[in-house]
Every structure is written in structure tokens, then in C-alpha cells.
């Protein structure tokens, strides 16, 4: 396994200085944000794809560092029910293929999108519960007349261009939130679809990491090293579903963390023993979301927590196999 970083959070540095940042705190591969809610600020798909010497000064500059690319990561909407806002992430999408395709690279990450109600919507509509019924009529139309067609044409666009593995994050407020839900989009729309597996969305939901990750096995593209905390006090009294603001951690009933900071040594040790059970032995790649401490801070400590859990080398044939 090879720590990574999704290198969004060092949007303030040059791509060459975070490169350099993140190479000399012992770095193996970045993940880099090409458009959507990540924002482009080191990777321009537009500017590299209109001139290929652009393309091949990112790929210089990658091995000057000695690191590799994991996934190009254009989070975002785009079955949003504003067109303008679905065409943008759209187009975000397809830029990032194209780009993949011409640095070789096979997987992206994003969002599965949610849909609003019915034609017309203005805002995403994300169901939690089957009754009154007309929650199961909105599904029905989500997935049915909006979601999987346009991710059956979208992973055939990424096919044609050589991107095999798109994978989603499963992440509450849009239609692949869990491992069922992103299940029932790969067997709609074929193995091209797969997860970008975030533990600190599933903690949150209840979901126990390990169970999901047997369950989802080769369906595992991508993993985000990110954590949650769930306070006991606050999730006691409110429960798990919480819409104040990120920055209000103390009256929150969870918040995102530095891996370690929400669950000890152990349970991350077990995460990435099923990894490997399952057939995933690739890219950790941490993503920085904690507001309880700086940029430098949290990710500093998190590459020193993952060095002691992850198993780098590959696995030895036992005397008795």
C-alpha cells in the first residue's frame, strides 16, 4: 500500500511546492481536484488538454518528486435539477477524462449526484425514508428516469477515453450514500462504476467500515483516509443526522477528524487488513477536513498514524502455503 494525499488542501501552494511538501514528508502518491465542489487550482483541464506540452510538464513534474498519480477527483452534481449546474459539472467530468486518458490514468472520483423531485425541481431532493409514499414515487423517478441513464452514457464516455474505474463517494445528500445504494448503481450500470470508500461518511451513518468493505470487495477503487468523531453527549440527545454548521464542532453530534482522532489504531488496522482480504492493496489517499486543526498539523499527523498502520510490502507466500 503507498500513502497518498488529495492534494486540494495545499490549493494555496503551487503544485510544485505541495508536490515538493508532500514528497519530503514521505508522500507516494497524490490525488488532484480538476474542477466540481474540489475546485482546480493545481490541474486545469482546459489549459492541459489545449496543449500537450502542459500535459507533459505535469507528468515531469509528478516524477521529479517521485510520486504517482492516484485519481483525478472532480466531486459534483451533475444530474443537479438546474440544468446550468449540471451542465458545469457535466463538463467538469468529461474534461477530467479527457485528461485522465492523456496522462494515463484509469480511475476518477466524484459524486453519484442527486436529482430533485420531479421535473422542474430547483434544489437536490436526497430521501431517508419510504413513507408517506410520495418519497418512494421520488426515488423511483431519481434513479429510473435520471440517475442511471445518465451514468450508463457517462461510463460510456469514460470507457471510450480508457477510464474503467469511476469511483463514487459514498456521501449523505446524494443518491450513493452506502453500500447498497452504490451495489444497486454498479449492477444498473456495470462494473465501471465503483467506490471511492471514505470510512468518516459511513461512521457517521452507523455503518461499520469492515462490514461495507466485505461487502463491496472488488468493487473498491479508491480509498480517502478521513475520520469521524461521534459525540456521545450530543448524538445521545440529537442523533446522527445534523445540519449545523461544520465550524460549530461543540454542539455537533459528529465531526470529520484526522484519521486516529475519531477511532484508535485498531479499528484503522482492521480497515486496512479487509482492504487487503478483499484485493485492495493500492493508495490510502488522506483527506484533510478537520477543523480542529491546521492544514500542516492534521496532515502531518496523519501520515505518521498511517505509517504505523499500513502494510506497505506486498504480501510473502507463508511456509505452509
Not at 58 to 63: R, S
Request: charged share 20%.
Amino acid at each position: 500500500m503507498k500513502i497518498g494525499v488529495f492534494a486540494v488542501l495545499l490549493g494555496n501552494k503551487s503544485l510544485e511546492d505541495a508536490l515538493k511538501y508532500l514528497s519530503e514528508a514521505g508522500v507516494q502518491a497524490v490525488e488532484l481536484g480538476t474542477g466540481g465542489y474540489p475546485g482546480d487550482a493545481h490541474v486545469k483541464p482546459e489549459k492541459l488538454l489545449a496543449d500537450k506540452k502542459e500535459v507533459a510538464n505535469l507528468k515531469e513534474l509528478v516524477k521529479k518528486y517521485n510520486v504517482e498519480i492516484s485519481a483525478l477527483s472532480c466531486h459534483g452534481n451533475p444530474v443537479h435539477p438546474q440544468k446550468e449546474l449540471a451542465d458545469g459539472f457535466n463538463k467538469a467530468f468529461e474534461n477530467t477524462v479527457l485528461l485522465a486518458e492523456q496522462l494515463g490514468i484509469s480511475r476518477i472520483v466524484t459524486f453519484s449526484g442527486c436529482p430533485g423531485d420531479a421535473p422542474g425541481a430547483k434544489y437536490p431532493n436526497w430521501v431517508t425514508c419510504p413513507w408517506p409514499d410520495d418519497f418512494t414515487k421520488i426515488l423511483d423517478y431519481q434513479w429510473n428516469d435520471v440517475l442511471i441513464p445518465y451514468w450508463i452514457k457517462a461510463a460510456a464516455f469514460a470507457k471510450s477515453h480508457g477510464v474503467d474505474k469511476i469511483c463514487l463517494e459514498m456521501h449523505p445528500g446524494f443518491c450513493v450514500y452506502n453500500t447498497e445504494t452504490l451495489l444497486k448503481l454498479r449492477a444498473a450500470v456495470g462494473d465501471a462504476i465503483g467506490a471511492n470508500f471514505d470510512p468518516s461518511h459511513l461512521f457517521w451513518q452507523g455503518i461499520d467500515p469492515v462490514a461495507s468493505i466485505r461487502k463491496l470487495g472488488p468493487a473498491i477503487y479508491h480509498f480517502h483516509a478521513k475520520d469521524t468523531k461521534i459525540d456521545p453527549i450530543n448524538s445521545a440527545v440529537n442523533g446522527v443526522l445534523d445540519t449545523k454548521h461544520y465550524g460549530d464542532e461543540i454542539n455537533r453530534s459528529w465531526i470529520f477528524r484526522s484519521v486516529g482522532y475519531g477511532h484508535d489504531a485498531q479499528v484503522w488496522k482492521d480497515i486496512i487488513s479487509n482492504l487487503r482480504m478483499v484485493g485492495y492493496d493500492d493508495v490510502i489517499s488522506i483527506e484533510h477536513e478537520d477543523s480542529l486543526m491546521s492544514v500542516n498539523e492534521g496532515l502531518m499527523k496523519a501520515i505518521v498514524f498511517l505509517k504505523d498502520v499500513l502494510a506497505f510490502e506486498s504480501k510473502g507466500a507463508m511456509w505452509w502455503a
